[in-house]
């Protein structure tokens, strides 16, 4: 019989294979979707709560928002279904924007693990769906146009889905295929959950996880709190405007550390408005403490206990705490400024850690038509990453997600799918913001219609007005741009691409970090030589003359 | 696959630091081995010498050896290392940045100093050309070749060695890279050309531009390492194949392996746990699901909480070999078609591998058989399994 003691090598090994699982687990899930959304951009995320609801452990390929909203789904789902009432095989759903992730678009799901009988853990997994069914557009008044909204309800009950939930979703959703193949896919993914974890309780003799779990969460709760105690107490803000829909809106931060405590207050920003770019407050704590965790404890791994000293707040009606109904679609176009309003208050204290804004809230566009072939309706999502904020001793990557965590797809793969060409997906010269560490270069990605009928095309973009902020002395990342046949368009509008129409999507650079003037001469000659600054910006930005 | 029961095999693999050559004599199924220092300036060296030093050591006649089977950490060395030759890329208009985008998606979450390799090709050694395919493989705008005189100049002045080409939908409809080719062909032709139609045939642009620029990048120099090591075999009297194996284990002849040394970037460690499967179907120890101490014994199954539904041992109903033996002696068995699938279940699946039982016919005394087990005192009285093994060909 192996020993049963919980020592470190013990703990690490168990550890690395919880870790292992839930990366093997999301793969599953992965390769068994339909949706290009999951297999190609990876918007999804897969995690392990424990039967207390603790997060201890999520699959790499994770988007940051949603590991963060999931605890607190699990949270409302056992208010709903007491945890004695669950049964093997059962999976809940839901995709309620406030107990959710922010919007209808993702739905999530809880399933919980049985082994021999006895309930260990629960596997949380939430994916995008391109489509949710309503009307959602960046005009939307309420949540209700936004689409289907799907309250904690059981799916599957004791291995057998409920016809009733899969008959809604079926009826009021425009690719019901491809939701529910993510949805079934899932499925696959729990069951390969559940018979390895079992297979690790045998290994280990172990009859749960309850010991490994409470050593996991307890060992990164003092590494955070740690951290936190090492800086000095105070009281740190930041203040910006950014677009807005009408009119520019102002992100207000504090930060406030006392002990081993951390508070995050968003109050002083804007009233929520009545356009859906406003934020639960899931996402914005979901954000606040992956910000929190990349700037202070990257290290040690990332669960519940890293947070437990850290309380996230915003007035109730505000951006960044909206009530329902409010519209809420493009709640990222909020909910992305957390981190750099967090990162931004914190770099009087933390000078040598903070990275500069990167080009995000993330960009996408939806394309609705018919394809030309059959004639069938289609509906497809582009994403696409601006530059990435300097890095605190490097310069930024160019066109890397942060901070989602959402890939692009293959432009041949979109090609296949939707009757448009893309024409160029290339660097934009002289878009990264200066400094001694530069930002990451800008892309522009062009879409030409081929088909012969109108394709509608909806965008909500940001940073147009508001570029992407340099930080301690560094420049802004160029400003995005939204163009159709070359004419500027609304950054959040709904447009109709005729035959033949080319729109254009060139992405915000990230912004640079310290003085430009500290940059080394080879750098800014490097930069000119790779074709990505010109000689004129070089003189403007850095003082740099060829000789 | 051959079928030779006889001859010898020569196993070779190169490390950073040392070089290991196997001779396995199949008749007898035998291994001998030797290792020497790598010789990192040209690894070919000690792999000759260590040939020439194991066949001499065993009386064995160059001529005798069936097959020399190579795996090697080179393509992975080199493209760690960045030891490859200066390489270009060649691709459609509008899209020379896609080698450096990638796919914009963090590997490691929280860091926010995260590095991303940088790619083989900088910038202005990545060029353009105007043409386009699209998802169909239709020519949606025909290529301009002329402007290849161009790029080719700008690829001689950078000091490009290798160029790698990959325009968009080639995996549909390669003639657009074919055309390239075939006019660098007679316009540069000490250039090394890899074409992503011909190295990955995939959807994707940005891993089939990945693919094939780190096909290009090693293509020189493991061209190179193959012809020494083939020359240097032949010189010795070695004239049979050399196979080497690629990512996925199996292996591919020489000519093969040199066009697309991209697909042997795992070659060695591909090797090794091939070699460590074999082993572990052989091992005394490991056998069916995770073993702990005090496993399978008559009365228990796993743990000692579990118990066989038989005792003595729950086992499948199926015969794999059945043989009469005549009075007390040591018998030797024949191979049969079922225990080769058997043992390549055990390797596919090492969790499956419970051995065989050796069962008599315990109906009456007269036909009972006692046999020793591996614990005999008498080490000839042991049982010995013996499985030779094939390198699977490639497809």
């Not at chain 1, 799901?109 to 009307?135: E, K, Q, W, Y």
């Not at chain 2, 279940?345 to 039982?357: A, H, K, Q, V, Y």
Request: net charge negative; glycine share 8%.
């Amino acid at each position: 019989m192996p020993d049963k003691t919980l020592d470190s090598i013990r703990l690490g090994l168990i550890w690395q294979r919880l870790n292992g699982i839930v990366d093997q687990v999301s793969e599953t899930f992965i390769r068994a979707a339909f949706s290009t959304v999951v297999r190609e951009n990876y918007d999804m995320a897969f995690s392990l709560l424990d039967v207390r609801g603790r997060q201890f452990a999520q699959s790499k390929r994770s988007i940051p928002s949603f590991i963060g909203t999931l605890p607190r789904t699990l949270a409302a789902v056992l208010k709903k279904f007491p945890l004695k009432t669950f049964k093997p095989g059962d999976v809940i759903i839901t995709n309620d924007a406030w107990i959710g992730t922010g919007h209808l678009n993702d739905i999530s799901m809880i399933c919980p693990i049985f082994v021999n009988g006895r309930l260990i853990a629960f596997a949380g997994s939430t994916a995008h769906t391109v489509d949710i069914g309503g009307a959602p557009s960046p005009t939307a008044q309420d949540c209700f146009e936004e689409g289907l909204c799907i309250p904690i309800c059981k799916i599957v009950e004791q291995g057998a889905e409920i016809p009733l939930v899969i008959d809604f979703l079926t009826e009021n959703l425009r690719a019901p295929d491809e939701t529910l193949g993510d949805i079934r896919a899932q499925f696959a993914a729990y069951h390969d959950c559940q018979q390895k974890l079992a297979h690790v309780l045998e290994d280990e003799c172990l009859n749960d996880l309850e010991d490994v779990i409470e050593e996991i969460i307890s060992r990164s709760s003092k590494s955070m709190r740690d951290v936190i105690a090492s800086l000095p107490d105070g009281r740190y803000c930041d203040e910006f405007q950014v677009d807005g829909f009408d009119v520019p809106l102002t992100i207000k931060c504090a930060v406030t550390i006392k002990g081993d405590t951390i508070d995050v207050d968003f109050a002083g920003s804007s009233a929520q408005i009545d356009r859906p770019i406003n934020c639960v407050l899931n996402y914005t704590y979901a954000y606040s403490c992956f910000a929190l965790k990349c700037l202070l404890d990257p290290e040690v791994p990332n669960n519940s206990g890293a947070f437990e000293t850290v309380t996230v707040r915003a007035p109730e009606g505000s951006l960044f705490n909206a009530a329902r109904p409010a519209p809420v679609w493009g709640r990222h176009l909020t909910g992305h400024y957390a981190p750099p309003a967090i990162f931004g208050a914190l770099s009087q204290i933390l000078p040598g850690k903070v990275i500069a804004e990167s080009g995000s809230p993330l960009w996408n566009v939806y394309f609705k038509g018919h394809q030309e072939k059959d004639g069938a309706p289609f509906i497809k999502m582009f994403f696409m990453n601006g530059g990435h904020g300097a890095q605190s001793a490097n310069d930024g990557p160019g066109c890397l997600s942060f901070p989602s965590n959402v890939s692009n797809q293959p432009v041949e793969l979109f090609e296949n799918q939707a009757p448009l060409l893309i024409t160029e997906k290339c660097f934009v010269p002289d878009t990264a913001g200066a400094g001694k560490f530069r930002g990451g270069d800008a892309q522009r990605i062009s879409f030409r219609s081929n088909a012969s009928t109108p394709i509608t095309m909806t965008i909500r973009h940001e940073r147009i007005t508001y570029p992407p902020r340099g930080l301690l002395g560094g420049g802004n990342g160029a400003p995005g741009k939204d163009l159709i046949n070359g004419e500027t368009i609304p950054a959040k509008s709904r447009q109709v691409l005729e035959p033949g129409d080319l729109a254009t999507f060139q992405m915000p650079g990230g912004g640079g970090l310290h003085d430009a003037r500290e940059r080394p001469k080879g750098a800014v000659s490097r930069d000119i030589k790779r074709g990505l600054l010109s000689p004129e910006q070089a003189h403007l930005s850095y003082g740099y003359d060829h000789e | 696959m051959s079928d030779a029961m006889s001859g010898y095999r020569i196993g070779v693999d190169i490390g950073g630091t040392f070089t290991d050559v196997v001779l396995w004599n199949i008749a007898n199924a035998r291994t001998e081995k030797t290792k020497l220092l790598t010789t990192p300036d040209e690894p070919s060296r000690a792999v000759m010498e260590g040939v020439r030093q194991i066949l001499s050591d065993n009386n064995v006649a160059p001529r005798e050896v069936d097959a020399v089977i190579h795996g090697t950490t080179l393509v992975a060395n080199a493209l760690i290392e960045r030891k490859g030759v200066k390489t270009g890329l060649i691709t459609t208009r509008g899209f020379k940045d896609v080698l450096e985008i990638g796919r914009e998606w963090r590997y490691d979450l929280f860091n926010l100093d995260i590095e991303l390799p940088t790619p083989i090709v900088d910038r202005p050694d990545r060029h353009e050309i105007t043409e386009r395919v699209d998802s169909d493989g239709n020519i949606l705008t025909p290529i301009e070749l002329s402007e290849l005189d161009q790029i080719s100049e700008s690829l001689a002045a950078a000091g490009i060695e290798s160029v790698g080409v990959c325009l968009l939908h080639a995996y549909r409809n390669a003639s657009h890279e074919s055309a390239i080719r075939d006019y660098l062909a007679k316009t540069a032709p000490t250039l090394s050309v890899s074409l992503s139609s011909d190295v990955s045939p995939e959807m994707g642009e940005y891993e089939r531009s990945s693919t094939t620029v780190a096909n290009a990048y090693i293509h020189p120099i493991f061209k190179t390492y193959v012809d020494l090591l083939v020359d240097g075999l032949s010189a010795l009297g070695c004239e049979k194949d050399l196979l080497l194996v690629l990512s996925d284990g199996r292996t591919v002849r020489q000519d093969t392996a040199t066009q697309f040394p991209i697909r042997l970037v795992q070659s060695g460690p591909a090797a090794g746990a091939q070699a460590a499967s074999i082993y572990g179907a052989m091992s005394n120890e490991g056998n069916g699901t995770a073993p702990a101490a005090e496993d399978a014994t008559w009365v228990h199954r796993m743990f000692n909480s579990v118990l066989w539904q038989t005792p003595g041992g729950d086992f499948s109903p199926l015969i794999s070999a059945l043989v009469s033996v005549g009075d007390s002696s040591r018998y030797t068995w024949d191979s049969t078609g079922e225990m080769v699938a058997d043992v390549q279940g055990w390797i596919d699946d090492p969790s499956t591998n419970f051995g065989w039982l050796i069962l008599g016919n315990e109906t009456t005394s007269r036909t009972t058989k006692r046999f020793d087990s591996k614990e005999s005192p008498t080490a000839g009285n042991r049982p010995t399994l013996t499985i030779i093994y094939e390198f699977p060909a490639e497809n």
